[in-house]
């Protein structure tokens, strides 16, 4: 059980949540100096920052993008006198990577892991109607002890730099909403939910964890706010007779209203939409309420100009429309959870979503991308500090899934990108970190990791712990790309039949396959690089996915462009976004839409 509860901030008529996003006091600490000069009683200087947002590409000073280390927030909060006698929090969407958080100089929280939430609890801590001084020291280096893995190395200049083991830009700061919370005493900790559909009705198995032993009743509204159906107790069971479904692109939600009662009186209330459908892998299947579905759609960043993986909430409602335009039903929130708002609009939309959890760079790599088709072996997890890595790694399976578990939009669980898999090290790693989710899921969603290139089936020792074996590919870019995209093709079907020879009877999703593609490059014959390119190796790539019956689903690498670290690998960033990173369309997008919207959903059943 986690200290606090995960539940997302709202007001009920027992709660409230006020905003902290806006301007921030902000300042860098290069020499770590801040604990020592008292800085958790107010940051020196007088510049502010927005949040949320990452810090680094506001500045014109190269220093201040790239800094690692200590960087410092502040902000003044006013806390309403009629607050008094309830619980105090000042809720994270996220510090990247790690923070502690002081109120009025006292620290009241440390958080490690850059992409989940966290509360501070400062009920003993605030004065009531009155000004109070949060301060959150961030801190953004990269380590082998904690998810996503890199290194931070030092200049001859002195001065820090990441190195991440990861292909995205190393983005930090507080780049999610921040809130203060008044919640009662005795409150709703948490809900597990699941759901068993019988004919046109449907059960709804809920159970409701409170603080404290006063009575719960539930009620579940729907659409229309009428009453569908009712609950008496901590756990129990709602019949809903007739029940919408909640449908891939044709969603449908209700509203589950939990009450901890005493006699006439609320003591606490707390409100979630919930979708009724059930997610079920059955042979090469994947079934969401009993019927075949093919995924279709993307592997994402939370990436945007200015704000970097900041929330951009304009950039989230676009996401979403050409996500509709191009007849796309799903994505993988690669390479770490993303906000809670995104799930929020995808349970509203009907799209899946593969959950990833944010270990990736688990393979010893600075160039992640090209190393680990080559075969090398880095005996990831052998290393002294594996057990340490193995702790941070499960405790954000516990956020993850704990945060995320009662959106119907979630459909699986992706708890590694790309790790070292070939070596007999990895195998009890893997089996704690599969066991725990299946242990924290109560609807048991399947699980999954996405192999890398030479995690091939004559050498991959873990793909036997996947429900659906996740494949990211890049055969015709990085392995035979251009004009050997017959090569390319071949040594494809050749890893297909390998697969196939293994008979796993599970299902197979393409998690990755694409071609970096500059939107200017045009080129006919193609050559790699140009928009003409992209498409063959699009049309190539489809052929095979349509040979082999349990390939299931396939998600294009990436939605869009998206930043990553300087290199000669990379053109300001990597380039193989169907969109470019201000979300127009690439001439691919145009054969996607034509594929993906002539696609049954049940295609391959
Ligand atoms: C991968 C990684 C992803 C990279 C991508 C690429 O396999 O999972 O993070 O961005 O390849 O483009 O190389």
Known sequence: ???????????????????????????LDEKAVGESENWQNGIPGQEVIPVPASFQD???????REYAGDFWYEKEVFV?????????????????????????????AEHEGGFLPFCADATDIVRYNAWNKVV???NNELTVTNIPCGQTITLPNGKKMCKPYFDFFNYSGLQRSVYLTAIPKESVFDLDL??????????????????????????????????????????GVLEVADAHLWKVRNAYLYTLVVRIVDDADIIDEYTQEIGIRTVEVKDTSILINGEPVYLRGFGKHEDSDILGRGFNIGMMKRDFELMKWIGANSFRTSHYPYSEEIYQMADREGFLIIDEVPAVGLFESLMNFMEASTGKQTAFFEKETTPILLKAHLKAVEEMITRDK???????????????????????????????????????????????????????????????????????????????????????????????????????????????????????????????????Y??????????????????????????????????????KG???RQRQPKDVAYKLKQRWESLPLDYKK
């Open 1 to 27: 059980m986690l200290e606090y509860s995960m539940l997302y901030p709202r007001n009920t008529v027992s709660r409230r949540a006020v905003s902290l996003d806006g301007m921030w006091k902000f300042c």
């Open 58 to 64: 506001f500045y014109t000073e190269k220093d201040i």
């Open 80 to 108: 309403p006198g009629e607050w008094e006698g309830q619980q105090i929090q000042v809720r994270f969407g996220a510090a990247t990577h790690r923070a502690v958080v002081y109120v009025n100089g006292i620290q009241t």
């Open 136 to 138: 959150v020291k961030v």
């Open 194 to 235: 699941n759901y068993e559909l019988d004919g046109s009705n449907a059960k709804v198995y809920y159970t409701v964890h409170t603080t404290g032993e006063s009575p719960v009743v539930v009620e579940l509204l729907d659409a229309d706010g009428t009453k569908a159906a009712e609950g008496n107790g901590k756990e």
């Open 406 to 536: 009662n959106h119907p939009c979630v459909i699986a669980w992706s708890l590694l990108n790309e790790p070292e898999t070939t070596n007999d090290s990895a195998v009890p790693y893997f089996k704690a970190v599969f066991d725990r989710a299946h242990e924290l899921d109560i609807q048991k969603r399947p699980r999954t990791f996405a192999l890398v290139m030479n995690s091939t089936p004559d050498k991959c020792k873990c793909y036997q712990f996947s429900d659906i074996v996740a494949l990211n590919r890049y055969y015709g870019w990085y392995v035979c790309g251009g004009n050997e995209i017959c090569t390319a093709e071949v040594m494809f079907r050749k890893e297909m039949d390998g697969w196939k020879a293994l008979n796993l009877n599970k299902p197979f999703i393409f998690t990755e396959y694409g071609a970096d593609t500059l939107a200017s490059e045009h080129k006919l014959p193609s050559v790699m690089w140009s928009q003409e390119y992209q498409n063959e």
């Open 538 to 575: 699009l049309d190539m790539t489809h052929e095979v996915f349509d040979s082999y019956d349990f390939i299931k689903g396939e998600q294009i690498w990436n939605f869009a462009d998206f930043q990553t670290t300087e290199g000669i690998m990379r053109v300001n960033g990597n380039k």
């Open 578 to 580: 169907v969109f470019t």
